[in-house]
């Protein structure tokens, strides 16, 4: 009986090199590019969940200067695969498993993690050059099955 293997999967594995390892994989967005994520404020309405948008995508979503690590990611909106490999740590579309993102493993150094907003859990990957950036995600298992391959 063949196995079946998640479209999520399927896009993981996607676009390895010959004989690269996928290790884990997981549904992220990245903090910066980060909507929908609201804070109330009394009688605000709107302008409350603008401004938690905005307070995600900004405080706390990315350290480093220009030509950091963390400086390297593009622009991106909406849920990703972060996928872990024996080679590199990445991101890539669900749908189909295009890189929009990667870096050598050598490059990250640690997995944070963060206080909660809301109903996602936060956390920060630690790249070698001491910048980082920070990502949400719906489970806190996501985050620790992270640690464990990378630290």
Do not use: N
């Not at 990667?102 to 963060?114: F, G, L, N, Q, T």
């Not at 936060?122 to 980082?132: E, I, K, N, Q």
């Amino acid at each position: 009986m063949p196995e079946t293997i998640s479209r999520h999967q399927r896009s993981a594995l996607g676009h390895l090199a010959p004989g690269e390892q996928l290790q884990t994989y997981a549904v992220v967005v990245p903090a910066k590019g980060a909507k929908g994520v609201k804070v109330s404020i009394h009688g605000h309405g709107r302008f409350g969940g603008e401004l938690g948008d905005q307070l995600v995508r900004s405080v706390g979503a990315q350290s480093g200067g220009a030509g950091s690590i963390a400086s390297g990611l593009p622009a991106t909106s909406g849920a990703l695969l972060m996928r872990v490999t024996d080679q590199r740590v990445g991101l890539v579309h669900p749908l189909d498993g295009t890189p929009v993102w990667e870096v050598p493993r050598a490059w990250v150094a640690r997995v944070d993690r963060r206080p909660r907003l809301q109903l996602m859990a936060r956390f920060r990957l630690h790249y070698a050059d001491g910048s980082w950036l920070a990502f949400l995600t719906m489970r806190r298992r996501t985050i620790e099955d992270f640690r464990s391959w990378i630290g």
